[in-house]
């Protein structure tokens, strides 16, 4: 058991901000804090340093959600569909993608000029349905919603390079990351894998490039 006090921390020497809590996904820095989704309530958290922690937002019932923001800091959660936090804290739909695909949208990433990437997939995964590949639909800044990649083998954590020229997704029933080139428009091109036999589920981008 380490002794170190809860206000002391390293690399190799981790502590405890939270604890208590019943399904937690999606971590996100941001504004000081680490925000995250609390499938066991169906809340949205934020914790800064010191363990001070808050309910920021209301998420969708169930599992399979997650959170990013656009670049004026408005927040997006996912879910049965894409939804947006407003300034006076009320939600709003942000895009129809349910002319894009019948899906439950899971992971969402959102690069410098504005373009929200969510990924989703049409099975029921906890119901022991066969699994289908997924895809990754793009809403641009304008709102309108398209397909940009298919053949996702369970899509899951993605992460976008600072030069916002990569997006590298995991697919986790195939253990590998894939990684595509973001044109201007911001379609996805060059599919490649990006590293084989892992077992990604959720990812993050580290200072140097790093996925982890």
Do not use: K
Not at 24 to 47: D, K, M, Q, Y
Not at 64 to 82: C, F, K, M
């Amino acid at each position: 058991m380490s002794m170190t006090s809860r206000h002391e921390s390293s690399p190799r020497n981790p502590r405890v901000l939270l604890d208590g809590l019943a399904y937690v996904e999606s971590p996100r820095w941001h504004e000081g804090r680490l925000w995250f989704a609390h499938w066991g309530t169906g809340e949205i958290v934020a914790v800064d340093l010191e363990g001070h922690s808050e309910v920021v937002a209301q998420g969708p019932p169930g599992l399979g959600w997650s959170i990013d923001w656009l670049p004026d800091g408005r927040l997006l959660v996912t879910g049965p569909e894409l939804l947006r936090q407003e300034r006076d804290g009320s939600m709003v739909r942000h895009a129809d993608l349910g002319a894009v695909a019948d899906h439950r949208w899971n992971e969402i990433v959102v690069d410098g000029r504005g373009n929200v990437y969510v990924n989703g997939f049409g099975f029921d995964f906890l119901g022991g349905e066969a699994p289908t590949p997924g895809l990754i639909a793009l809403v641009s800044p304008d709102g309108t919603a398209r397909c940009v990649a298919t053949d996702i083998e369970f899509p899951n954590g993605m992460v976008i390079t600072p030069d916002n020229a990569t997006l590298i997704i995991s697919e986790s029933f195939a253990g590998r990351l894939t990684a595509f080139d973001i044109a201007a428009d911001g379609s996805l091109s060059g599919r490649r894998v990006w590293a084989d036999g892992v077992g990604p589920d959720g990812i993050c981008l580290d200072v140097e490039g790093a996925v982890w």
